[in-house]
């Protein structure tokens, strides 16, 4: 059985400029999965970098308010938003409320660095 509080999990930012808690990944133990999970936190009046990935996502809004743009689209997102971003659309996400705006991040197949690139 595997069972851990997220809260043991180092916080970094990374690339798209979030902070981000990476939770599970089929490379970082012996999970039988294909996806990865992390947990991601954009403070208040920030936006993530534009980037895209190869791999599907799915963004679950835990709690916070926030503009989603995936491509040409936008919507407001809130908690309990659910969020799908198809494979190598461009993405960013606006925190425009007044509290952190916290999200998980669903990664299918499993997210890489070399699958996570910026875009301009």
């Not at 133990?29 to 991601?40: E, V």
């Not at 308010?65 to 908690?79: A, F, N, P, Q, W």
């Not at 659309?89 to 499993?110: E, K, T, Y």
């Amino acid at each position: 059985m595997f069972v851990k509080d997220v809260n043991s999990y180092e916080e970094k930012v990374v690339l798209d400029n979030t902070n981000l808690r990476e939770l599970l990944n089929p490379g970082l133990g012996d999970f039988q999965i294909r996806y990865s999970l992390a947990q991601a936190r954009v403070s208040p009046g920030e936006t993530s970098y534009k980037h895209k990935l190869s791999s599907s996502e799915v963004y679950f809004i835990l709690s916070g308010t926030g503009r989603m743009y995936i491509d040409d689209e936008v919507e407001d997102v809130h908690g309990g938003s659910i969020i799908y971003i198809p494979p190598n659309s461009v993405q960013c996400i606006q925190n425009i409320g007044n509290d952190d705006l916290v999200f998980l991040c669903i990664v299918d197949p499993a997210w890489n660095k070399e699958n996570d690139v910026l875009v301009d």
